[in-house]
């Protein structure tokens, strides 16, 4: 079961994220913060989603090319074409504009 989040925990976690100021702190926070495994999840789930906007491989191709589970990568979808939270979404879009 999992652990019912933490609002102003969450909430003070956000800011602290928005106060690093390069690429160099975000790894050296990331580090310190995540496993590696969650680091690799992380990171895998992010490709994922960079390919899935891509639109070009179907979720077997990419469990092919990354080794990431169908499942994770239908999950990414989920979360990237139908949820509210549209994280995902924000940053693709963002980054695209360079």
Request: charged share 35%.
């Amino acid at each position: 079961m999992n652990k019912p989040v933490n609002a102003k925990a969450m909430k003070d976690l956000v800011e602290a994220v928005l106060a690093l100021k390069t690429v160099d702190e975000t790894r050296r926070f990331l580090l310190d913060i995540c496993t590696p495994k969650e680091i690799a999840d992380l990171t895998d789930r992010w490709l994922v989603a960079r390919i899935l906007d891509e639109g070009k491989l179907s979720y077997r191709e990419i469990h092919a090319k990354t080794g990431v589970s169908v499942t994770t990568v239908g999950r990414v979808a989920r979360f990237l074409q139908q949820e509210n939270h549209r994280g995902y979404r924000v940053l693709i879009d963002r980054l695209k504009k360079g």
